[in-house]
């Protein structure tokens, strides 16, 4: 399952990639699909947890882990718009 998703996410960094995008751009995307990547490996390790507390606990920094990716993510877009670089 984690060859499949990590397979996934880089043919979709891929097509990103081809994408007439702004290197800010470009590497915004590249953190959202690391920390997706990272969270879908958490998630994974929490349906293997033997107990709840630990599969709750594993969910949960999936959960962060997106959200800091997310927030990172924007952050990279932001920074680009600021400087007058739009990613549009």
Do not use: F
Not at 4 to 10: D, G, I
Not at 27 to 36: G, K, L, P, Y
Not at 46 to 53: G, I, P, R
Not at 55 to 62: I, K, P, V, Y
């Amino acid at each position: 399952m984690k060859l499949s998703t990590t397979l996934a996410v880089a043919l979709g960094v891929g097509a990103l990639a081809a994408c007439n995008n702004t290197p800010q751009e470009q590497a915004a995307d590249n953190i959202e699909a690391n920390a997706e990547a990272t969270a879908d490996n958490l998630e994974e390790a929490a349906d293997n947890a033997t107990n709840e507390a630990t599969e709750d606990a594993l969910e949960n920094q999936a959960d962060a882990t997106r959200a800091a990716g997310e927030n990172a993510a924007d952050a990279t877009r932001d920074g680009a718009d600021a400087d007058g670089n739009s990613a549009n």
